[in-house]
Every structure is written in structure tokens, then in C-alpha cells.
């Protein structure tokens, strides 16, 4: 017969785990703690090792420079300089001072690197700004904060200038060049600097009805009243502004001098005393381009014009600006090149208060030659006298050398 032993265990009682199996599971534990601590470790090290170099972000954000692409040089900066500045305050200043001083390249060099821990970075370097104004070199530093797997470039206006701050400005100033003269074989003035007298409106003291004082100035000057409030209503105008309207003839020196019949002077001199009856009107001399010998010789001397967009882009790089002159006809176009000048230009950081505080650059200007013809000036308006009711062309020569002495197109 067959014999069951029966075993009993109380609820109190655990039953016994063979000897060393948890001890074996703790260590597999804290073994797998620690692989996990050591792989975090290496992950880390890898990112922080893969990271961008400072360097190739500072050359980036030179090339985003000269491209002018002032969003991406905002993406290289460093989170909390993000922080510090916003994107639209960024691209003003840049974009301000930049196409201010007409930037058209720069060239980065670094210097030296200097990575002074895991978490930042200086790169010293030099820079070449291609302006306006010519070049302008600068030794610099920028610093750089390791970031998650790459560095952020450390804003500061010093970026830009090494001796600009925050509250420092990038001033522009030209200097104009003098259009050289046109002259005829005596030395005498066919085409040259003068003096006019500008009409313009300063709002704040207009009437406060001025409908009636638009209407009659609008009158005096022959021109629209429509054209008056187009160019009171620019942004730029101020209750204190001079708001140009119109160029009119100088008439007290001209008639002296015997520029202007005595009619036409005293007729001018009527004019000014009736602009300065209307509210609001101001004149104030102005430089123009003065032709003494006016239509007798117009068709020889040619004229010229404000420039044009079109202009601009086909004389791109050759000096010409939104208030540039520029030859139309005859002499004047012929020898634009030898005529213009060349305006000088200044670059330099001014503080808060206007204090000059460093020139980084400077052009001087270089005024337009002097044109001499051959053309007698007094045989030319005796001809034009001559033929002026009759449409024809004459020519007066130096029989012996050929040189032209008037040339006369009624």
C-alpha cells in the first residue's frame, strides 16, 4: 500500500527562494542602471562632439551677410540672445546700417579659435566691408554658447563695428562734387552753378481754411493744386517742415547783371511779392544749373535733368544717386563723363549725443572738369539775333583752322 505524505505550510510562512537568485536579479539590476547612465554619457559626448564648429557658424552668418539675408544671420544667434532682441529689431539695425552704407561684399578671415569650455567659444577674426565710401577693415571677436548640437553666436552691436554699442548710429554723409563749367574760348559762362529761389509751404503756418491760398498759390506757380497737397501729404512732413513746391528764376542778382531783360525781372519781382501774401510760404535759395546765354545757345550747351530709375540702373556703380544730375543733350550729355564729379562720402559711428565717435571711412569728392569750346560766346548771340524769326541752322567758322566760333539752330 502506497503511502501520501501530506505537507502543510501556514499563510505566515514564505516559501524559501533558492539561495543567491534575487541577490543575482539586484545586480542585474544596478548593472543595467549603469549601462544605461554609461550610453547617456556617450550620447552626450557624441552630440557635444558633433556640434557645428563655432568658426563654420561665423562664416555662415558672413555669407547670409553679404547675401543680405538678414532672417537666416538671425537663426545663427544664440538662444538667449533671441531673447534679448527680436527679429524685427535685428533686421532694422542691420538692414539700416548695412544697405546705409551701401554694403556690396565682405570678406571674413578667422584668426584664431579658442574654445574656453564645453559650453562656449570666441573666434577671433578680421573683416572687410566693400562700401560706398570704400573699403573698411576691422579686427573683431565673437563668442559663441554651445547650444544642443551646435553653437549660438552671442548678439552684440560690436558685430557689426567693434566700437559700435547699442546706442551708437552709423552716420552717412555726402559731399556733393561741383558739375563742372561749360566755357567758351574766352573763359566766358555758357553753362554753370547758379542760384534760384525755391517756393515751398511750412504746414504750421498755413491758414487753417487754406483751400483759398492753395488755389491762388497753385495759380502764381501754374501748376495743379493737386500736386500742392501730394507734396504736403509725404510722410515725412512735419508742422515745421519746408515743404518745396516749385523753382523759381533769382531775379534781384540776374537783373543786375544783365542776365534778364528789365521786363522779365520786374515781372519775377512781382511774382515773389505775391507768393509771400499767401500763409505759409517760404523762399529760400537753392543751386541749379544756370545757362547765361539761355535759348541763344540752349540747343548747343544742351541741359540737364534729375536722374531717372532707369538711370540708375544703367549707370549702376558709376557714383549716381536718387538726386543726381545727369546730361540730357548737346554738350551737356557729350561730356557727362568729364562734367559730373565725383561726391565724397563719409562713414562714421556717432553717439547718442552726435559726438563723433570713430570715421571708418572717407571718400573725398572730386568736382566735374571745366569744358572749353571754341564757340565765341558774343558772335554766338549775335547770330542767334541775326536768324531768330527765320527757322534755319548757321554755322560760323575759323576759316584757317576750322574751329567751330557759333553754332545757331532757330
Known amino acids: 500500500m502506497k503511502q501520501r505524505v501530506l505537507c502543510f505550510v501556514s499563510k505566515g510562512e514564505k516559501k524559501k527562494k533558492p539561495y543567491g537568485v534575487g541577490r543575482k ?65 535685428f533686421q532694422r539695425r542691420n538692414q539700416n546700417i548695412f544697405e546705409g552704407i551701401e554694403l556690396s561684399d565682405c570678406t571674413l578671415t578667422i584668426t584664431s579659435v579658442e574654445k574656453q569650455d564645453w559650453t562656449a567659444a570666441k573666434v577671433s577674426y578680421e573683416m572687410v566691408y566693400e562700401t560706398a565710401g570704400g573699403p573698411i577693415s576691422c579686427s573683431n571677436a ?31 554723409l555726402t559731399k556733393k562734387a561741383k558739375r563742372g563749367r561749360i566755357l567758351d574760348r574766352n573763359g566766358t559762362v555758357l553753362a554753370g552753378e ?40 509725404a510722410s515725412w512732413v512735419k508742422d515745421d517742415s519746408f515743404v518745396p513746391i516749385k523753382t523759381i ?17 520786374l515781372e519775377n519781382q512781382l511774382l515773389q511779392e505775391a507768393l509771400l501774401s499767401v500763409d505759409g510760404v517760404k523762399l529760400t535759395d537753392v543751386t541749379v544749373r544756370e545757362y547765361p546765354l539761355r535759348e541763344k545757345a540752349s540747343h548747343l550747351t544742351g541741359y540737364v535733368q534729375t536722374v ?3 538711370d540708375l540702373e544703367e549707370h549702376e556703380g558709376e557714383g549716381y544717386t536718387a538726386d543726381s544730375v545727369i546730361g540730357r543733350s548737346g554738350v551737356e550729355l557729350l561730356y557727362e563723363a568729364e562734367l559730373k564729379g565725383e561726391d565724397g562720402l563719409t562713414i562714421q559711428v556717432v553717439t547718442e549725443d552726435g559726438a563723433i565717435k570713430e570715421v571708418l571711412a572717407e571718400k573725398p569728392k572730386v568736382d566735374g572738369k571745366d569744358i572749353r569750346l571754341t564757340v565765341d560766346s558774343g558772335l554766338q548771340a549775335t547770330l542767334y539775333e541775326l536768324f531768330s524769326e527765320s ?20
Not at 559663441?144 to 552716420?171: C, E, H, M, N
Open 194 to 233: 547758379g542760384m534760384a529761389t525755391s517756393v515751398g509751404l511750412v504746414p504750421g503756418k498755413m491758414a487753417e481754411q487754406p483751400e483759398r491760398d492753395l488755389e491762388k498759390l497753385a495759380q502764381l506757380l501754374q501748376i495743379s493744386v493737386e500736386d500742392i497737397q501730394k507734396k504736403l501729404s
Open 308 to 310: 531717372t530709375a532707369e
Open 391 to 410: 527757322e534755319s541752322a548757321s554755322v560760323a567758322l575759323n576759316p584757317e583752322t576750322g574751329e567751330v566760333l557759333a553754332l545757331v539752330s532757330t
Open 249 to 265: 528764376e533769382k531775379v534781384d542778382e540776374k537783373a543786375l547783371l544783365g542776365f534778364l531783360p528789365e521786363e522779365k525781372a
Open 142 to 172: 565673437a563668442y559663441f554658447q554651445r547650444q544642443w548640437g551646435s553653437y549660438g553666436l552671442v548678439w552684440q552691436d560690436s558685430l557689426i563695428f567693434p566700437s559700435l554699442t547699442a546706442t551708437d548710429k552709423v552716420q552717412v
Open 25 to 89: 536579479r539586484r545586480h542585474v539590476g544596478r548593472y543595467c542602471v549603469f549601462l544605461l547612465a554609461g550610453l547617456g554619457m556617450v550620447g552626450l559626448w557624441w552630440i557635444l562632439g558633433m556640434a557645428e564648429p563655432p568658426q563654420e557658424r561665423l562664416l555662415a552668418y558672413a555669407e547670409a551677410l553679404k547675401a543680405g539675408e538678414y532672417e537666416t544671420m538671425y537663426g545663427l544667434l544664440s538662444a538667449s540672445s533671441q531673447e534679448q532682441i527680436s527679429l524685427e529689431a
